[in-house]
């Protein structure tokens, strides 16, 4: 029998009292960003309200104690080195867990 296994990651601060994590949502809009220059453009390639996006990046920057999004008004955003450092980061311990995941799904049989 075929099986598959899939398994998201999601960072949080050791602080319980901050809200939202990082995780797959914020992935996508810094993805957005660095292909679009623009938050809201990112956002609405998503179908995700802006005001939502501001919410996740800024939820994200809690956690992970950084600035993911340089804003320049009315000219668009951009990554910082942290958020291009943080995306790369997340887009390999994401692709390591699929690939430990694909490797170990039959053990459960077994």
């Known amino acids: 029998m075929d099986l ?29 960003v660095a292909q679009l220059g623009s938050l809201n453009r990112a ?17 994200a920057e809690g956690h992970l104690g950084c600035k993911l999004i340089l804003r320049d008004g009315a000219r668009g955003s951009s990554l910082t080195d942290d958020g291009e450092r943080v995306l790369v980061g997340y887009r390999k311990l994401q692709q390591e867990v699929d690939d430990l995941l694909a490797r170990r799904v039959h053990d459960l049989l077994g």
């Open 43 to 59: 956002a609405k390639q998503l179908g995700m309200a802006y005001s939502k996006a501001w919410r996740l990046v800024n939820e």
């Open 4 to 32: 598959t296994a899939k398994a998201r990651v999601v960072v949080r601060s050791t602080d319980a009292s901050l809200p939202g994590a990082f995780g797959l949502g914020c992935v996508q809009l810094l993805e957005g």
